[in-house]
């Protein structure tokens, strides 16, 4: 089994800055994918960032050039760095990864998500 655990969200003013970390932790052989999605109050959970085992990365066009996406492979960790914030930003924010898992002699790859952590941005 593998575990997310997400952390640094809080509230920002427009225009700041905050960065979230997602370390996994358990039984992670690889790890194929990692991400953030988010989804505010009445909208539907939409991917922000990804980050692939290769290292090649996407970005939702709305955080493009304000968000990056950087990882700590040794500590299977991924950061989301949040930059010249907006309200429209605000949302919880779950962490989501594809991992391979050792079952045997064979790698099992599943999806796991995060608890969630909130970020509000407001005056």
């Known amino acids: 089994q593998v575990q997310l655990v997400e952390s640094g969200g809080g509230l920002v003013q427009p225009g700041g800055s905050l960065r979230l970390s997602c370390a996994a932790s358990?039984?992670?052989?690889?790890?194929?994918?990692m991400g953030w999605f988010r989804q505010a109050p009445g909208k539907q959970r939409e991917l922000v960032a990804l980050?692939?085992?290769?290292?090649?990365?996407k970005y939702a066009d709305s955080v493009k050039g304000r968000f990056t996406i950087p990882r700590d492979n040794a500590k299977n960790t991924v950061f989301l760095q949040m930059n010249s914030l907006k309200p429209e930003d605000t949302a919880a924010y779950f962490c989501?990864?594809?991992?391979?898992?050792?079952?045997?002699?064979?790698?099992?790859?599943?999806?796991?998500w995060g608890q969630g952590t909130q970020v509000t941005v407001s005056s």
């Open positions: 989501n990864a594809d991992i391979g898992s050792l079952s045997g002699l064979r790698i099992q790859n599943s999806d796991y």
């Open positions: 358990g039984n992670i052989f690889s790890i194929n994918t």
């Open positions: 980050i692939r085992r290769t290292g090649s990365t």
